[in-house]
């Protein structure tokens, strides 16, 4: 049996465009939410929130990228309008994960942001878990306060991620083993305060 510490290490992600139908079932979305939102999270504030786009709505989302894009971008050329069109379309779940962060005089905004990414991980690290394919992105709409309108999400609110969830397809290639890098090049054990020499 392997461990949660032996699967994370072999976590991958699914590029979205090799993602299709079935999808998860509503049970194993509850079940994989139920994950989380157990996340570590200070103060009670429990600031993510959670959209789940699918079929039609996917098509709706992609209007709303693609409107976007021409706001921004009036001569943008066909190839970057069909990429943005395309982005909500590749998956048969589609998971919006925002963060409403409000004030609080013990918890700043940035840790609230925090609880939203790692909801985020757990979404994707549970789902492939299961057997799906997964992938967390984000992209120029993610930080667009049109999409964020269209979403229903406060200008002040952050998408932190767009979660697509799908079976992994016939023409998907073999996932790689990916070279990890050592956690030891980031690791070093602290002792004290540096001391510093007065000149």
């Not at 992105?137 to 999400?153: E, F, H, I």
């Not at 890098?181 to 001391?195: H, N």
Request: proline share 10%; with cysteine; glycine share 8%.
């Amino acid at each position: 049996m392997t461990t949660l510490v032996n699967r994370l290490q072999v976590r991958e992600s699914t590029s979205a465009k090799h993602l299709t139908t079935p999808g998860p079932t509503d049970d194993e979305l509850a079940e994989v939410m139920r994950a989380a939102v157990a996340v570590p999270e200070h103060g009670g504030i429990r600031p993510w929130r959670f959209l789940v786009v699918r079929e039609a709505a996917q098509r709706r989302l992609s209007d709303v990228f693609v409107e976007d894009l021409l706001a921004d971008s009036p001569d943008a050329s066909e190839t970057e309008i069909a990429k943005r069109r395309d982005g909500p379309l590749r998956s048969p779940l589609l998971i919006v994960v925002a963060v409403s962060p409000r004030e609080h005089p013990k918890v700043p905004e940035v840790e609230q942001v925090v609880a939203g990414g790692l909801s985020a991980f757990v979404l994707q690290s549970c789902f492939h878990d299961m057997g799906y394919g997964a992938v967390w992105v984000t992209g120029n709409p993610a930080y667009s306060p049109r999409v964020k309108a269209a979403l229903g999400l406060a200008p002040t609110d952050h998408i932190v991620g767009f979660v697509h969830v799908g079976t992994r397809g016939p023409d998907a290639p073999p996932t790689p083993r990916k070279a990890r890098p050592d956690p030891t090049a980031f690791l070093a054990e602290w002792t004290g305060p540096t001391e510093t020499v007065e000149s």
